[in-house]
């Protein structure tokens, strides 16, 4: 079973970028669909973006632009770039793994079984 690690996340100016990185663990990483989600107080978790295994993403409509996701697979990280942070960015982080899947990834949060303990990441203005 696939562990995983976020990392990366802190204190930024509006304005300013950040990359959040994903480490994982154990078994099940290569082949399965990965997505980054993020849930601010007081609010729902929200989903990011997906990718599959083999590098295609989808982006939720309001992460399109200025989120990115990337992977690789022969060293079993997840990234998450960031750019032109607002306060509203202010959230924890998430990257959860769907292992039931590889490709035509789901982009609900009940399909994603393992998940991450979070990154904060907090925006100033």
């Known amino acids: 079973q696939v562990q995983l690690m976020e990392s990366g996340g802190g204190s930024v100016q509006t304005g300013g970028s950040l990359t959040l990185s994903c480490a994982a663990s154990?078994?099940?990483?290569?082949?399965?669909?990965m997505g980054w989600f993020r849930q601010a107080p007081g609010m729902a978790r929200e989903g990011i973006g997906i990718?599959?295994?083999?590098?295609?993403?989808t982006y939720a409509g309001s992460a399109k632009g200025r989120f990115s996701i990337s992977r690789d697979n022969a060293k079993n990280t997840l990234s998450l770039q960031i750019s032109s942070l607002r306060p509203e960015d202010t959230a924890m982080y998430y990257c959860?793994?769907?292992?039931?899947?590889?490709?035509?990834?789901?982009?609900?949060?009940?399909?994603?079984?393992?998940w991450g303990p979070g990154t904060a990441v907090t925006v100033s203005a």
């Open positions: 959860a793994a769907d292992l039931g899947r590889a490709y035509t990834c789901r982009t609900s949060a009940f399909y994603y079984q393992t």
């Open positions: 154990g078994y099940g990483f290569s082949s399965a669909c």
């Open positions: 990718i599959d295994i083999a590098g295609t993403t």
